[in-house]
Structure formats: C-alpha cells, structure tokens
C-alpha cells in the first residue's frame, strides 16, 4: 500500500532553514509527480511545491519562490523540501502528496514553527 512519511519538521527562528524529506514506499516512486502543502492553524491546506517524476519540472508557490527548493532522489524514493529564510507565516503542518490513479494519498504531517 501507498505510504508517505514525512520528517524534519521542528522550531526554528525567523530567518533560519529546514529541510524536510518525505519517504515514499509501495508504488513506483519515479512514475509520480510529488507535491508539498501544508496547512496553517485555522487556514486550509496549500500547495506548496510540486516535482515533476523525473525531477525536471518544478512548481512553486508564490509564497515559497525564492526561498524553498523541492527536489527527488529517484533513487531512495525520496522527496525533499529545503525551506530557507523561514518566516512566521511558514508555520504550518507540511504533508507530502502523490496522486495515484485519480486518488490522493499524504502523509501524516511534520510540524514545522518559526517563531523567536
């Protein structure tokens, strides 16, 4: 079955980076395009960033450009989301996303808070 686990989540100070990965199992990782969202305290979930299957298109996020880099190793099944120059509205529940024959599948969540 689909499973995403996400990690690095954590506190960090305005200005500080975070890197968070999300590791994929039971499905062909390198098949799928792979997304972050997340979602803030009384806010509905957000795209955040999205990669192409083979790593070679990229979407992001007004919000993010220029400071969040998503990225996939194809081989480890892995995606990741290097987030510098946090702010304190970048605090949110971050959720790896694959969608899989017309069905979405997340993971649970990492909690990630800026704040000084």
């Known amino acids: 079955q689909v499973q995403l686990v996400e990690s690095g989540g954590g506190l960090v100070q305005p200005g500080g980076s975070l890197r968070l990965s999300c590791a994929a199992s039971g499905f062909i990782f390198s098949s799928y395009a792979m997304s972050w969202y997340r979602q803030a305290p009384g806010k509905e979930r957000a795209l955040v960033a999205t990669?192409?299957?083979?790593?070679?298109?990229?979407y992001y996020a007004d919000s993010v450009k220029g400071r969040f880099t998503i990225s996939r190793d194809n081989a480890k099944n892995t995606v990741i989301l290097q987030m510098n120059s946090l702010k304190p509205e970048d605090t949110a529940v971050y959720y790896c996303?694959?969608?899989?024959?017309?069905?979405?599948?997340w993971g649970q969540g990492t909690q990630v808070t800026v704040s000084s």
């Open positions: 996303k694959v969608k899989r024959n017309w069905y979405d599948y």
């Open positions: 990669i192409s299957s083979t790593g070679g298109s990229t």
